[in-house]
Every structure is written in structure tokens, then in C-alpha cells.
């Protein structure tokens, strides 16, 4: 079993910083980023989750992922830090990669 590092909380203003350079991501309440990604069907959002999943095992941190037909929603945020860390924000990039 892999064991996460601890991940200390971003301060706002880097968070603010990262969100403004990275189109479609935005605070999903106090404690999460989200975005939503537009496919031309459902079986790209399913392909987009599983590539978005098999990162996440990789680097031993889970998204809510939500599908349907022509989208996928993807929140990040780190539980036992409280809110978004560096972590968040290298998948969120991941995310960005595979979702082009």
C-alpha cells in the first residue's frame, strides 16, 4: 500500500493565481476545484474517466468524477488537508492533458 504524503493547504492567492491561468476550473464551494469537459458523446466521457482514474491510481488521489452523455465534471480537492493543495492542481493539469 502506497502511502501519501501529507499535503498542506494552498493559500488563497496561489489557488486564486492557478484558477486565473487555467481556463474552465473554478472553486467548487470553500474546498474544491472543479470543471466540467464537453466530448462529442459518451463513450469519450467514459474513456476521458478511465484515463482521468487510471492517473489519479498513479499518484494514490481520487476526483469525484460524474458522466454522461457528451460530458464529464471532475472535483479535486485533498480531504485530510482540508481543501485544495498542489496535489489538486497537478491532477487538474492531468486532467487538462487527457481531456484534449
Not at 498542506?8 to 474546498?31: F, I
Not at 482514474?53 to 465534471?73: K, Q
Request: hydrophobic letters at 45%.
Amino acid at each position: 500500500m502506497r502511502l501519501m504524503a501529507k499535503q498542506t493547504l494552498l493559500e488563497r492567492e496561489r489557488l486564486d493565481g492557478w484558477l486565473l491561468s487555467h481556463a474552465g476550473w473554478a472553486r467548487d464551494g470553500e474546498a474544491a476545484i472543479s470543471r466540467r469537459f464537453a466530448f462529442p458523446d459518451f463513450s469519450s466521457a467514459l474513456a476521458f474517466a478511465v484515463r482521468v482514474g487510471l492517473a489519479a491510481e498513479r499518484h494514490d488521489h481520487h476526483p469525484d468524477v460524474t458522466i454522461g452523455w457528451g460530458y464529464a465534471r471532475v472535483v479535486w480537492s485533498t480531504h485530510d488537508a482540508g481543501g485544495v493543495t498542489e496535489l489538486d492542481l497537478t491532477l487538474a493539469d492531468i486532467c487538462n492533458n487527457v481531456g484534449q
